[in-house]
């Protein structure tokens, strides 16, 4: 079965600044996503970014970006110029590509807090 | 524009009671699902539905559980007996077009189990 791992509850960054967040995961299967997903206040689960595993290249969403390390299985959500807006709780999420309909398997979460 | 919208958004119930939380997409799709976040946890996979059927259930999804799609849009999840440990919030979500996508999520369903 797949893990997915998030060693940081809680991280804090001031406005405009960068901040990254961790996450790794464990699967033995070769063809998966991987996504970022922001829950504010209101626990709507929001869609930030998501990479397929086939593409080396980091996606990409505007002030969101990831640094995607297949081989170290490691997925990383960098935030750039910070805005209040972004205060949220984010859950990282994987889901295999082999088979149709299954399941997400998400991280604990970080709480990210965004100061003035 | 919400991808799927689920009703009620809050249930309140006595342990004991059965409860139906209910999901309605947006547009028609072959795959959903159930997931579960306690207070201050992650979120857990409960059930996916597929064509009508149930393609995959987790350990959680015991026999207290059921879902349907009674009038073939709208989805249920039923749970017959609730438990305190139930208080949760229920997600529904559906996939993209290929079944192997991004999953998009309803606002939830926060149940309060007294």
């Known amino acids: 079965a797949q893990t997915v791992t998030q060693s940081q509850p809680e991280m804090s960054v001031q406005e405009a600044e960068t901040v990254t967040l961790s996450c790794t995961y464990d699967?033995?299967?070769?063809?998966?996503?991987l996504f970022w997903y922001k829950q504010p206040p209101s626990r709507q689960m929001i869609l930030v970014i998501r990479?397929?595993?086939?593409?080396?290249q980091n996606a990409t969403e505007n002030r969101f970006s990831v640094n995607f390390q297949k081989a170290a299985k490691s997925f990383s959500l960098k935030i750039s110029d910070s805005q209040l807006g972004d205060a949220a709780m984010y859950f990282c999420?994987?889901?295999?590509?082999?088979?149709?309909?299954?399941?997400?398997?998400f991280g604990e979460g970080t709480q990210l807090t965004v100061n003035p | 524009e919400p991808e799927v919208t689920q009703t009620p958004s809050h249930q309140v119930t006595q342990m004991g009671q059965e409860v139906i939380l209910r999901c309605v997409p947006i547009s028609n799709h072959l795959y959903f699902y159930w997931y579960r976040q306690i207070l201050g946890q992650k979120v857990e996979f409960l059930v996916s539905f597929y064509n009508n059927e149930i393609s995959e259930k987790s350990e959680i999804f015991d026999d207290q559980f059921s879902v349907e799609r009674p009038d073939g849009s709208n989805f249920t999840l039923k749970i017959r007996s609730t438990k305190l440990e139930d208080s949760a919030m229920y997600f529904c979500?559906?996939?993209?077009?290929?079944?192997?996508?991004?999953?998009?999520f309803g606002p939830g369903t926060r149940l309060t189990v007294l």
């Open positions: 979500a559906r996939d993209g077009p290929r079944g192997t996508d991004t999953q998009y």
């Open positions: 699967t033995s299967e070769s063809d998966y996503y």
């Open positions: 999420a994987y889901r295999s590509e082999e088979t149709s309909g299954s399941r997400l398997t």
């Open positions: 990479q397929e595993a086939y593409k080396q």
